[in-house]
């Protein structure tokens, strides 16, 4: 079975630094998507990014960033110019693309504080 | 409204209580989810429905129960909870179920307290 490992369960940020959460995945499939969500605390979990496994490319959207190691099974996000709205858990999650399951497997999250 | 919404956001409900939660999208998905996220664990997949059609039970109890009438709405009946159940009930939807790189788009919750 799939496995997702967020092996930080706090980090915390200056405002307009960087950080990076870690984040390991365990699979046997050689073709899966990786996403990384933000939940803040109003509860509304949202899409931050999403990785396709046979793209080698890194995924960006604007100050979110992700570093993709397929062989050491590694997505770690990392976040530029770090904004006080940024503070959220962020949570990491695996799905594999075959078998008509849509079944999200979700690490247990890290929570990011941004310090002004 | 747009996105994903869920009634009520709290619920407080004792152990004889019966109640239900509500989602409905207003995104045209086909595919819609429940999701239990306690404190300290992963968000656990609950149900899965896609065009009406129940297609994943992740072994929930039969307390449980889930109804989805239409695309664009999904229930969640409960009945003899148990305190353990207290936890954050999240609604998800897809464009539909099998679709590859398809996204889910989650709703706000509804925060369940089971006395």
């Known amino acids: 079975a799939q496995t997702v490992t967020q092996s930080q369960p706090e980090m915390s940020v200056q405002e307009a630094e960087t950080v990076t959460l870690s984040c390991t995945y365990d699979?046997?499939?050689?073709?899966?998507?990786l996403f990384w969500y933000k939940q803040p605390p109003s509860r509304q979990m949202i899409l931050v990014i999403r990785?396709?496994?046979?793209?080698?490319q890194n995924a960006t959207e604007n100050r979110f960033s992700v570093n993709f190691q397929k062989a050491a099974k590694s997505f770690s996000l990392k976040i530029s110019d770090s904004q006080l709205g940024d503070a959220a858990m962020y949570f990491c999650?695996?799905?594999?693309?075959?078998?008509?399951?849509?079944?999200?497997?979700f690490g247990k999250g890290t929570k990011l504080t941004v310090n002004p | 409204e747009t996105g994903v919404t869920q009634t009520p956001r709290h619920l407080v409900m004792g152990m004889t209580n019966k109640k239900s939660l509500k989602c409905e999208q207003h995104l045209g998905h086909n595919a819609m989810y429940w999701y239990k996220q306690s404190a300290k664990k992963p968000l656990e997949l609950m149900f899965v429905?896609?065009?009406?059609?129940?297609?994943e039970n992740n072994s929930v109890p039969s307390r449980f129960s889930p109804e989805c009438p239409n695309s664009s709405h999904l229930f969640l009946h409960l009945h003899t909870l148990q305190p353990e159940d207290s936890a954050l009930y999240l609604c998800?939807?897809?464009?539909?179920?099998?679709?590859?790189?398809?996204?889910?788009?989650f709703g706000p919750g509804t925060r369940l307290t089971v006395l």
């Open positions: 699979t046997s499939e050689s073709d899966y998507y």
């Open positions: 998800a939807s897809s464009l539909f179920q099998g679709s590859g790189a398809d996204t889910q788009y």
């Open positions: 429905y896609n065009f009406k059609e129940q297609t």
């Open positions: 990785q396709e496994a046979y793209k080698q």
């Open positions: 999650a695996y799905r594999r693309t075959q078998g008509g399951s849509e079944k999200l497997v």
